[in-house]
């Protein structure tokens, strides 16, 4: 079988958009996908973790039980914005030989409208795999251009994780598995000051 590199950004995406994913309060979550963007509650000065990976989002919302977690976004977007926000983002932990020093990185971190954290991803079960998954945070111009110019269009896919936690629970892994969205690698690589 083939081995997944340690580092590598998986996703659903098309010539000119990607998928990425978030969790909501219904009050948020709710008006996004019914309007197809995002609501003037909607907070574009903070900063939004935006993750390509579906399972990964299942495992920081707890397949949409968390609090404020309970409606889960399928957000397309194009890759003209995301490509952008990789090319200038920071990574967001300090790494000795890719910065020059620790002052350097904070200083990169306070500049930069975006930063990537690379988390173990998950599996159906939601256990760690031996590989990496990508977060990416948009804060300012990016967190505002995310919203407001890249994003193409949002789907509410509640939905799909309940019935694909409910057949994981039900011990129909193959069944879950068929559900699940195809994510495939990236074909733009993460650029190499964010390979930490």
């Given at each position: 079988m083939h081995k997944a590199p340690h580092r590598q950004i998986r996703a659903a995406h098309t010539d000119t958009t990607i998928t990425v994913y978030q969790a909501y309060a219904p009050h948020l979550g709710v008006?996004?996908?019914?309007?197809?963007?995002?609501?003037p509650a909607w907070k574009r000065e903070r900063m939004t973790w935006i993750k390509p990976?579906?399972?990964?989002?299942?495992?920081?919302?707890?397949?949409?039980?968390?609090a404020d977690q309970e409606?889960?976004?399928?957000?397309e977007i194009?890759?003209?914005g995301f490509d952008r926000a990789l090319r200038e983002a920071c990574l967001s932990h300090y790494v000795p030989g890719l910065?020059?020093?620790?002052?350097a990185w904070q200083e990169s971190?306070?500049?930069a409208p975006a930063r990537v954290q690379w988390d173990p991803e998950r599996d159906l079960h939601l256990n760690q795999l031996p590989y990496r998954s990508l977060q990416l945070g948009l804060s300012g111009p990016a967190s505002r251009a995310y919203a407001d110019e890249w994003t193409v269009s949002i789907r509410d896919v509640t939905p799909l994780a309940r019935e694909v936690h409910h057949l994981v629970r039900s011990g129909e892994d193959a069944a879950a598995r068929a559900l699940l969205p195809v994510e495939t690698p990236y074909p733009a690589a993460?650029?190499?000051?964010?390979?930490?």
């Open positions: 008006p996004a996908a019914r309007d197809n963007r995002f609501p990976s579906f399972l990964w989002m299942m495992y920081r919302c707890g397949w949409a039980t968390k409606t889960v976004l399928a957000v194009t890759r003209e910065h020059a020093d620790r002052a971190l306070r500049a993460p650029p190499a000051h964010l390979d930490g």
